[in-house]
């Protein structure tokens, strides 16, 4: 152990890779980890990713109805006298309407995972579409400055047919400086 410590850079190289091999949780390490722990215990796991990701109420609807209903309400057949009453015979049925109020209460409810990961997903998105519109905005200014810089090639043009003349001339006072021998 006295030795690691005398050989000091060796021994800082050595921690130093190994906090960068051992610190490095990558979300595809996650991923697996996550994998392994719910085919093991399954028991374990999902209380606590339930309580991390719970169930969320996104829409509740309520829809009120009212309707007519017909009841039929037996009543006992009736004869009267001044202060008498007596029943004879069966019930009658005799329909009545009434109205009755009908609630309806629907809820939606997501997974906040799923919500989660759709929020991480459009982050991700957004961070991509900042990207693109930068390196379009670079692009368009790298062209303006190529285009006022090669906006008119005709001084190169211009160029071009001095150059071709110069060779003509020379070629032709090559021609005659040459004297033929005899």
Known sequence: ??????????????????????????????????????????????????????????????????QNSTVYVECPPQVSLVDTFYLE?????????VRVKRVTITKTVKDSAEIFALKDTIETLKRDILAYKYNFKNCERLRAEEGVRYKN??????????????????????????????
């Open 89 to 97: 015979g069966e019930p009658i049925k005799v329909p009545a309407t």
């Open 1 to 66: 152990m006295l030795k690691f410590y005398e050989n000091g850079r060796r021994g800082l190289a050595i921690l130093t890779l190994i906090a960068f091999l051992t610190g490095c949780y990558t979300p595809e390490k996650a991923t697996r980890q996550a994998d392994k722990a719910l085919d093991k215990y399954p028991e374990k796991i999902a209380p606590k990713f339930r309580e991390a990701f719970p169930c969320e109420v996104m829409k509740i609807d309520t829809v009120h109805d009212w």
């Open 153 to 182: 090639p005709l001084y190169l043009l211009i160029a071009l047919i001095f150059s071709v003349l110069a060779n003509l001339l020379q070629l032709r006072k090559s021609k005659t400086d040459k004297k033929p021998a005899k």
